[in-house]
């Protein structure tokens, strides 16, 4: 944007538009109110499309579905006060997940701030521990700069959300055009890591017996899929991944040995305790992998771990070789590095790793209703380019172990805050990101009433997304804790009074099947494929199926229940 002396003046909110085309973007997420009105009036004279959800946490849960799916930033906008607050959760969830969002936030004016008007809340503030950055804007002459350095700082290095707060009467202040030139002193975005310690990769890689990788987000987000593929392929490595890390390689390949940790596979877990050297990269062996017990993860390896964010190196486990760089830039050093050593092929240790695999497979009774059952068989009609949303729970862990994801960026679910309610308004953000592909949410009766009011914003804009619900009346995940870890004394998890959910599919003008047998789930399922708008499929499941293995408390991974 350059500056013309006797330029025509510009609306802040025109501006800001402006601003935000640069960036390349064309959707909001959006929900309105009355200090945003500049803006929403200058959106009718903007190409930038909206899309208005029905609930603030709606907002951002779908703009963050929209980045994972795409990689790009998604940006949402609510209102002041109420509006703003509402998108907490999300922001929190986008920040743990190292998601890339601008939230842009209404603001009372400037002569206002702090006085506690109406509809005021210090949303800069509130949200300072849960965003990259965050910027009140009090000069419409700021707004270019501030929105290209909130971009530039959402989607650099470890991603995550930048929030911008706009008063009102910056948004409707008239000004000249104004230079967008960044300020960003002190930031800077690690590259490939340093020489000395990718040698030393190489070097513990051609050393060791027993190597594993362990895969993260961070791999998926840098776009390393492909040399991670290479190393293991070439250096014959077992790989494992956490949630975040799914798709990352394909479900089939055969040095995949599945999810590790609190649900992880049996062999996945047995190889991350016995190996002699962990390779993880974009991982920050959170509690859900290690039990919280750092101190008794992987003790007989020589571990390194590769992350853009230097505040997570040695942050839980004690790590021998540290390499602060972009995933896919060490990883393609590293695999450079490969071609003048020798890296030996496992073959006793791939051995142990098949016992393993073989004596501890997946199962499940396949001669009746099973969740497990559903997701499988969601997989084997859908294509390797169906995109699975999944909400919090059970049914999030059964998804992760059961659906054959084949690709990144076609699994989306909220793994470090593991948010309820996620599940329906990022399949919005989804569906709108990739028009053409076909998109599945797995969620469960708890799960899919924290937000189930987007199923207005599905029918209003015709998203023919594929809903997989598995109702089995109760909040399974804490049920099934209180079952195994409270001697069965369940409070507070019976959902008795819940509505008949087709018909509320069916009030929203979706198309509603109810499935209570094993006979009819695989028609109901190719039925719902074909079908050219969303569909609600409700399979009724029982309150006792449980998530399989199980880590206990406090315990390490490899006691694990129902292997």
Partial sequence: MSMNVGEKKLKGATILLEALEKEGVDLIFGYPGGVLLPLYDALLDSPIRHILARHEQGVVHAADGYARVTGRVGVCLATSGPG?????TGIANAYMDSIPLVVLTGQVVTTLLGTDSFQEADITGITTPITKHSYLVKDAREIPRIVKEAFYLAGTGRPGPVLIDLPKDVLAMEIEPFPDEMKLRGYKVPGKGESSKIAEVAKALSECRKPVIYAGGGVITAGAEGVLRQLAEKASLPVVTTLMGIGCLPSSHPNLLGMVGLHGAVAANYAVDD?????????RFDDRVTSGLGHLFATKAKIIHIDIDLAEIAKVVRTHIPIVGDARLVLEEVLNGLEELTVPQATDWWDQLRVWKNDYPKRYDKDRLTPQMVIECMGELAGDDTIVVTDVGQHQMWTAQFYPI????????????????????????AQIARPNDLVVLVTGDGSFQMCIQELATIAQNKLPIKIVLLNNGVLGMVRQLQKFFYGERYSQTDLNANPDFVKVAEAYGIRGIRVDSFEQVRGAIAEAIDYPGPVLLDFTISPDEDVLPIVPPGKPITEMLGR
Avoid: E, H, I
């Fill in 84 to 88: 703003a607050t509402n998108l907490v």
């Fill in 406 to 429: 084949a690709k990144s960026r076609t699994f989306a679910t909220s793994g470090g805050l593991g948010t309820m309610g996620f599940g329906l308004p990022a399949a919005v953000g």
């Fill in 275 to 283: 190996c002699d050297l962990l390779l993880a990269v974009g991982v």
